[in-house]
């Protein structure tokens, strides 16, 4: 069974910065994509950023050039770095993990989410 352990959020100020990691564990065959996902009160779950075999990466509009998603392939561990944040970026962050199982399906696993709340 894959496991994902998040790292804690936090309170932070607007302007600051914050890391999340995710590290997967288990037994994992092939990792096709990580990324991390946002849910705020009262909203659906979005994507936030998403890296994918060979580290091509992708991000939601209102992030981009704030939020950097990157992996360690070795540690099948993905960070986010979040700086100059906003009231707005407040909400659970979720990490997610797309692999490709040894019978050839794909597989979709969720972390428990971890709270980031930025305050004005």
């Known amino acids: 069974q894959v496991q994902l352990e998040e790292s804690e959020g936090g309170l932070v100020q607007a302007g600051g910065s914050l890391r999340l990691s995710c590290a997967a564990s288990?037994?994992?065959?092939?990792?096709?994509?990580m990324a991390w996902y946002r849910q705020a009160p009262g909203k659906q779950r979005e994507l936030v950023a998403r890296?994918?075999?060979?580290?091509?990466?992708n991000y939601l509009d209102s992030v981009k050039g704030r939020f950097t998603i990157s992996r360690d392939n070795a540690k099948n561990t993905v960070f986010l770095q979040i700086t100059s944040l906003k009231p707005e970026d407040t909400a659970v962050y979720y990490c997610?993990?797309?692999?490709?199982?040894?019978?050839?399906?794909?597989?979709?696993?969720w972390g428990k989410g971890t709270l980031v709340t930025v305050s004005s």
């Open positions: 288990g037994t994992i065959f092939r990792v096709t994509s």
């Open positions: 890296i994918i075999s060979g580290g091509i990466t």
């Open positions: 997610n993990l797309a692999t490709l199982s040894t019978r050839g399906s794909m597989e979709n696993y």
